[in-house]
């Protein structure tokens, strides 16, 4: 130990040998002004709000996960507002103002309760026009039965029955009510049967427990995107309702779609960022101003650390072309790490005096700083090698920040002017009495030490036994209880049962599409009819392949043409009528619905959000089931071989994300044996090895505290482990590196891990999970890593003179 | 990811109403000027007594239905029943036999060769809005009728009276643009106009009163 610092030594003791020269600083400034130049220049500033876009893909292919975001960003856009109240009549008024109120905010493309007969005609003529192209599939099994003599009769019956629910203006067209026939295998049971919300006096309203809701729906496409918390469509929706509320009590509203959630997830999210920064610059600022009692080493220090920052922003900012809040509220804990650097710098450069310059403070500290650097640096690396972008990101941002602090501290801080003070005190009781207590502990017999450990283990037990994995995606967000109670209600009113999986259907063409996704519908007929299956919805309802177009043509021809005569005389048509019949189903058949047809229909803008179009040369569609009692037994209906893929978002997320915790496990331990690697040429293999068991064993008491604390060990725990590995092994190395002055060097440690410790600490009270896990476990890890430094420290550190 | 409920499905759910088919002006007075207040709802209430008067009134029915596009009609005649308990029985025999029974809960369809075919107003609740708004106009029930309709009233000294209906909901007003009940001691005519500015004409004859459905008249409400 001791031959490591002579040579510092007598530099220091020598007094002013070299000076600090501006060139290094200045280049040092240029360096960074370049990096915000070119980020800045080169990227618009974008932070992204959305939280779905941090997971991990899942997706076998690139292309399917297109089509999968294709998908969610249609189905995700909407926002539906529920207005509720005991008497109907006042549940509607209201909706009329709300809607009126929401209309004319900036960014709602349109927001609407009215049901109008505009849109049913729109179909129903629809539906008309395309006649003997679309029709169900129990339309198809009777003409295939050779049924087509009982469906004339029928038809007939129908039109001479009383209160029939078809239009028969176009009897003379339509004799054998296909119209009708197609129409209610669309409204059949096995559809809408549990819908509740129907039209009532002109708007979509249902009934749940005593109270009336009226639907409302908005189309607001930026919504889920948008990171203005104050004009954000969500808070004037949410500001109409309050002022509602007040001037109509009894009136209830829930509101439910992605938007609401990811408002309230970034108003959160915002909050907390600037909340748990104040909160750590403030810490840092009073530990600081305390300690040193000068203004220098403060503001070098909090300079240092909002450059850092900036270069982390704009470094994250250039390679991933947006920044996530996630990954901003991540590194609110770069303050109290990179502090480490900054304060041992100060400490030292206080303990020595004004007379020792800049570049003799920075050669006792360097080698200290540098591996505390260099061994949080191999944790940061994990992150990065992990395949999920979020954590890159964090990785990067973190990384680029504590470069930037440290390069400060070592280049630019040398310059920074000495106290004027010759005698400032620092305070060194404390540490003092720490490194007395931490001496005496690692002189102590071996058998005591091995005493503590046993004690330990034993404490230890019971929280490993419940500790729990759980990578449940679901746990990661929490809804607050407002919108959890919203979205509940809105699933009852609304009861349209989807359950978050679905499948995605791809083709050749779009033919092929329709087709692959029509032998689909085949299997969830099955379904339907065995009860398993409540309904499902996909674009084949009303845009069939030509292939089954022309089966139904081919049907119609032989079933129900040759008694298109007998039916029309029996309504009181002749051959001017007959004749136009059949010239028209020749049209028909000669020219099948095509999707571009269908997408042209003004009505059909509901209708194609399933269906996903072309990406990258295939075609592709979704088919959402709705109401399904096992997930399992239709995942083995997909047929990823031939294009057919069953999507579970969270069962698929929550997958990956175990998997990503086993990989981090594994390269944990790969990052353990880099940091041997890294100390043992300078320590020595059985030192080395020592040094950075105080990590290993405060993280899996981490695990064991995660267990008594009934935190869930998921992938963020995971990461936070890996963090403190590469924070906590600092402690112990600078209780190895022996200085001159131990207790100036314990304070500047207790100082770091102070700073550390809070700034993760200050995470966990974060409601974001995620954010949440990660700094309980740092925390309780850096902490841990800490008080066990001197068990693992050999006898002749601590305290030991050179 | 959670789906949320897709416009397709709120277009679905509209699909069950599909509009009205109803043939035949009945007759030409305007009883649509005549608003239901003060005298006259006391009439009206007194000849809706006489309506409801038996737990089942039974009788024959000759529907024209026209087609004001086509210019044509459509002519059909049966039974129909009514029945306090249960619903309404529209049972038609001729052109073509088929028999319709709405109850509060639900639609029972009979075909001609017996095939049943039911809509269940849970899963249905437009239709079901729709048989109700009908039933409610035979079913005598003074406070319905104002409920759901603006009513119009007209009586002669001779005893014949006009009751005109205009719907209040605007969905049902998209199916029904308005209804004339007329008669003297019993319903005899039943008008039904639609937005398409067809008609459904009813003249109801051989009305005869009981306490009960037939067991015949109950198959054609069971779902069997």
């Known amino acids: ?802 | 990811m959670r789906a949320k409920a897709p416009r397709l499905l709120v277009v679905a759910a509209f699909f069950v109403f599909g509009s009205f088919a109803a043939p035949a002006v009945f007759a030409q007075s305007d009883v649509f000027s005549k608003p239901a207040t003060g005298d006259s709802r006391a009439e009206l209430e007194r000849s809706c007594a006489a309506l409801s008067r038996s737990p089942v009134m039974r009788g024959s029915f000759t529907q024209r239905r026209e087609i004001k596009k086509l210019g044509r009609s459509l002519v059909s005649s049966g039974r129909f029943a009514l029945s306090r308990a249960d619903g309404m029985l529209w049972d038609t025999r001729k052109p073509f036999p088929s028999a319709m029974a709405l109850t509060d809960s639900r639609i029972v369809q009979t075909s001609g060769q017996g095939k049943k075919s039911v809509i269940d107003a849970r899963e249905n609740p437009s239709f079901q809005q729709f048989a109700d708004t009908i039933r409610s106009v035979f079913s005598g029930d003074v406070d319905a009728l104002f409920a759901r309709f603006e009513v119009f009233f007209v009586s002669g000294p001779d005893g014949a009276w006009e009751l005109g209906l205009i719907p209040k909901d605007a969905t049902i007003k998209q199916a029904i643009s308005s209804m004339r009940l007329s008669g003297k001691a019993n319903v005899e005519g039943f008008v039904l106009l639609e937005p398409s500015g067809d008609t459904v004409t009813y003249r109801f004859a051989d009305h005869s009163f009981s306490e009960a459905l037939t067991d015949d008249e109950r198959k054609l409400f069971s779902d069997r």
Not at chain 1, 175 to 198: H, K, M, N, Q, V
């Open chain 1, 1 to 802: 130990m001791s031959e490591n610092s002579s040579p510092t030594d007598e530099r220091a003791s020598s007094g002013m040998t070299r000076r600090p020269t501006w060139l290094v600083p200045i280049l040092w400034a240029v360096a960074h002004v370049l990096l915000l130049v070119i980020a800045f220049a080169a990227r618009p500033v974008k932070i992204d709000p959305d939280l779905f876009s941090i997971l991990p893909p899942t997706s076998p292919s690139k292309a399917v996960a297109d089509a999968e975001r294709a998908l969610a960003a249609r189905m995700n856009s909407g926002l539906y507002v529920l207005v509720g109240h005991a008497d109907f009549a006042e549940a509607r008024k209201l909706a009329v103002e709300l809607v009126d109120a929401i209309s004319g905010f900036p960014g709602v493309d349109e927001a609407t309760c009215e049901v109008g007969s505009g849109y049913l005609d729109d179909a129903r003529d629809f539906l008309f026009r395309y006649r003997y192209a679309i029709q169900g599939d129990e339309t198809i099994a009777r003409l295939e039965r050779g049924e087509g003599a009982a469906m004339a009769e029928e038809a007939l019956a129908t039109a001479f029955s009383p209160f029939t629910l078809s239009s028969l203006s176009r009897l003379d067209e339509d004799p054998f009510l296909l119209t009708e026939a197609s129409f209610s295998s669309l409204a059949s049971s096995a559809l809408l049967g549990g819908l509740a919300i129907a039209p009532r006096d002109g708007v979509l309203a249902a009934e749940d427990g005593g109270i009336h809701y009226v639907l409302i729906s908005v189309s607001a496409p930026q919504a889920a995107s948008s990171l203005d918390v104050d004009g954000h469509v969500v808070a004037r929706i949410l500001d109409a309702e309050k002022r509602l509320s007040a001037a109509t009590p009894g009136v209830r509203f829930a509101n439910s779609g992605v938007p609401f959630h990811s408002f309230e997830s970034t108003r959160e999210t915002q909050r907390e960022i600037a909340m748990i920064s104040v909160a750590s610059l403030v810490a840092t600022i009073l530990l600081l101003v305390l300690v040193y009692r000068s203004p220098t080493p403060l503001l070098a220090t909090v300079l240092a650390i909002a450059i850092g920052a900036a270069e982390a922003f704009a470094a994250t900012l250039l390679a991933f072309g947006e920044v996530h809040v996630l990954t901003l509220a991540f590194g609110t804990s770069l303050i109290g790490v990179s502090v480490d650097y900054a304060l041992h710098f100060f400490t030292e450069r206080a303990s020595l005096g004004p007379t020792v310059n800049g570049l003799a403070v920075r050669s006792r500290v360097i080698r200290g700083v540098w591996l505390g650097l260099a061994t949080t640096l191999v944790s940061y690396a994990v992150l990065f090698i992990v395949p999920f972008p979020l954590l890159r990101q964090m990785a990067l941002f973190s990384t680029v920040g504590l470069v930037s602090v440290f390069s400060a501290v070592v280049f630019v801080f040398p310059r920074v002017p000495a106290p004027r003070k010759a005698d400032a005190t620092l305070p060194l009781r404390l540490p003092s009495f720490v490194l007395s207590m931490a001496g005496r502990f690692a002189r102590a017999p071996l058998r005591v030490k091995l005493l503590v450990a046993f004690a330990l283990v034993a404490a230890a037990l019971p929280g490993f036994l419940r500790v729990r994995v759980d990578n449940d995606v679901r746990g990661l967000y929490t809804m607050s209880a407002a919108m959890r109670d919203s979205e509940a209600i809105a699933a009852r009113v609304l009861r349209h049962g989807s359950s978050g999986w679905y499948y995605i259907v791809s083709g050749e063409s779009a033919e092929g599409v329709l087709r692959a996704e029509e032998s689909l519908s085949a299997r969830l007929a099955t379904e339907v009819s065995a009860g398993r299956l409540g309904a499902f919805l996909g674009t084949t309802r009303f845009l069939p392949s030509v292939e089954r177009q022309r089966k139904l043509s081919g049907l119609i021809s032989r079933e129900l043409m040759p008694r298109a005569r007998d039916q029309l005389a029996a309504l009181g048509f002749g051959p001017a009528e007959l004749a136009r019949l059949e010239a028209d189903f020749a049209r028909s058949a000669a020219n099948p619905l095509k999707p571009e047809i269908l997408l042209a229909e003004p009505f059909s803008r509901s209708i194609s959000t399933f269906w996903i179009g072309e990406i990258d040369g295939r075609w592709y569609s979704a088919v959402m089931p709705l109401r399904a009692t096992d997930k399992e037994s239709f995942r083995r209906l997909a047929d990823p071989a031939s294009g057919t893929y069953f999507v579970d978002k969270t069962g698929d997320i929550s997958a990956t994300l175990g998997r990503i915790s086993a990989v981090s496990l594994a390269l944990l331990a790969l990052s353990y044996l880099v940091i041997l690697a890294l100390l043992t040429p300078i320590y020595g293999i059985a030192r080395a090895i020592r040094i950075s068991l105080a990590p290993v064993s405060a993280a899996l008491l981490t695990v064991s505290a995660l267990g008594f604390l009934c935190e869930p060990l998921n992938l963020f725990s995971v990461m936070g482990i890996v963090m403190t590995m590469g924070i906590g092994i600092d402690y112990a190395i600078f209780l190895s590196e022996g200085t001159t002055h131990p207790p100036v060097t314990m304070l500047a440690v207790l100082l770091s891990m102070l700073t550390t410790v809070l700034s993760f600490g200050f995470l966990s009270f974060s409601s974001l999970a995620p954010v949440h896990t990660f700094g309980a476990t740092v925390f309780l890890g850096v902490a841990l890593s800490f008080a066990l430094a001197p068990l693992f420290a050999g006898r002749a550190s601590c305290g030991a003179k050179g």
